[in-house]
């Protein structure tokens, strides 16, 4: 039964501890990597098993408690954590091929959250009916990419969006006797975007500081480790930084970002063609893709109402691309990617370009990938976002062979192929 096979694994467990991990061949790290992950999917699913079956066996009753309270007592685990595999055990009863995919391991715990918070209202049953494209895209992509799908499912499910909340937006600073405060910002994904426009320039200037510091201390073997702030203290400084800014100005014009947003052609076409109240085909939502759809630079998508909003309030820039997604109706002679080519660029790409990387384009720069000072372009087709690690890598060695269809591979300095 599952207690004999408990009893089993657990004996396993105990051997795993005392391996030496040091002794695993290098080669061999990236599938010991993928078969522990699996695992550990595994047993949460059992866990979240369990905890369903507490959940429908009425035991809990038993002892006069709730469900989530009984397992919190014996497992001595934070309540929000149970709370979220019963959650998480409830919904998977009616998602049968999430279900199996999370035993199995192909997909893991963070999956299944996401695909919850989509199982409420008219939703749920439509997650019902489209389940098995979207766990097969999380089998299938990163964990980021697939919630850029769902997103895109959600708006292509539900075009016009959620109904509109008579006050969606606030915000909450509390102070406590520790000398510490936590606040709260509640908002709509545009003004989202807004406030990080604003913060960017800020914050990249802080960023930049910090940089120059660790250099000053460590010389060119600085790491991101040697730097005086993390990401979320630069952010906090450049808020403070914008308030002041704005108290020692407070009659001075309202600064308006700019927020790139990318629609593709027929998007563009069939959002004007419902606007002016013509027949249009719905878009299928089991053929969205991450790269789908109207979306901000960042990727975050928009619905059909957001982005006629912006297209009435902002301005228009047509970009012709390629079938591999690269502009190829802009260029320039100079030798660094600025205006607006910088801006399509970065809007297009989602992440750093090398290999594995998930750093988001708006924070990387832009790279010649054949270099410039052996007479490569400043075009469309010669660029790629590099985050400032991995600049230094290619610096180093790591080297990027595009190819016609628009895909790129890279190499390691040794010339053998990166995955």
Known sequence: GVEGILEQVEALLAGVEHA???DVPVDRLAGLVERVSAVS???DALRVAVVGTVDSSGVACLDG????SWVTHRTRRRRGGVAA??????????LPCAATAFAAGRIGQAHVAALAALHRGRFAVLLRRDEWFLVATAVACPYAEFVAVLERWRNAADPDGPEPAAEQRSFRLRRSLTGRADGELRTDDLTAAEILALLAPVERALWEQDW???RLRHGTAATDADLARSPDQRRHDALLTLLRRGAANPTGLEPRPVLNVIVPLTDLERLLATAAGLPVDPVDPTTVGPDTGPRLADGTPLTDQQTLQLLIRGFVRRVVVDPAGRPVAIHSRQRCFTGPLRDILLALARTCAFPGCDTPAHHCELDHIHPWRHGGPTTATNAQALCDHHHKRKEQGFTPHPHPDGTTHWTRPDTTPLE
Do not use: P
């Open 85 to 94: 595999d019963l959650h998480h055990a409830r919904v998977l009863r009616h």
């Open 212 to 214: 120059a510091d660790a």
């Open 20 to 22: 030496e991990l040091v």
């Open 65 to 68: 408690l709730r469900a989530t």
């Open 41 to 43: 999917h595994r047993v």
